[in-house]
């Protein structure tokens, strides 16, 4: 008996080997596209545009302070990430914020819900984002349940 486990467990892992694509889901087949000179974001799977949706993103400038003791406005880092954890009802102590849905995709930024009560502020709110992406709450809630962790995060300055 414990061959025939040893030999199932042996094939299993061969088939993921030479086959990975057709054995599991990848995170690969889903992606996430922000661009930041038109605050616009858009979820892909396996190459097909699933659903579009407006964004608010952080200062886009240097880091600034209120006081000079703490970083309190940070612009969002543009370059590939992936989603590294997720939290359904995450909080940050530093900001004193609530952040439903939130997905990490560095640490210290966040893809969350803008507000459980409020939609997003109309474009070019001055300073909207501690760095992180928001978007509106259905759309937090959306994404959440629909992005693996290890999906790849594009976020780009400008829409080519």
């Known amino acids: 008996m414990k061959r025939r486990t ?21 995170p690969e087949d889903k992606e996430i596209y922000f661009w930041l000179d038109k605050q616009m974001g ?13 964004i608010i993103s952080g200062y886009d400038g ?31 102590r530093r900001y004193n914020a609530e952040m ?7 640490p ?3 893809i969350h819900a803008w507000s459980r009560d409020e939609s997003l502020p109309a474009p070019g709110h001055p300073y909207a984002s501690h760095g992180c992406i928001s978007v509106d709450f ?8 629909w992005t693996p962790i290890g999906t790849p995060v594009y976020i780009w300055e400008e829409r080519t």
Not at 64 to 87: L, V
């Open 6 to 26: 040893f030999i199932g467990a042996l094939a299993l892992f061969s088939l993921k080997m030479a086959f990975p694509r057709l054995c599991f889901a990848q």
């Open 42 to 54: 858009a979820a892909y799977e396996n190459g097909q545009l699933v659903r579009s949706f407006r």
């Open 62 to 92: 240097p880091a600034t302070s209120q006081d000079g003791s703490r970083i309190y406005y940070k612009p969002t880092p543009k370059e590939k990430h992936r989603i590294i954890s997720k939290t359904k009802n995450g909080y940050s």
């Open 100 to 106: 439903p849905y939130a997905m990490q995709f560095r």
């Open 108 to 110: 210290g930024y966040f």
């Open 138 to 145: 259905p759309v937090a809630e959306w994404l959440f349940y």
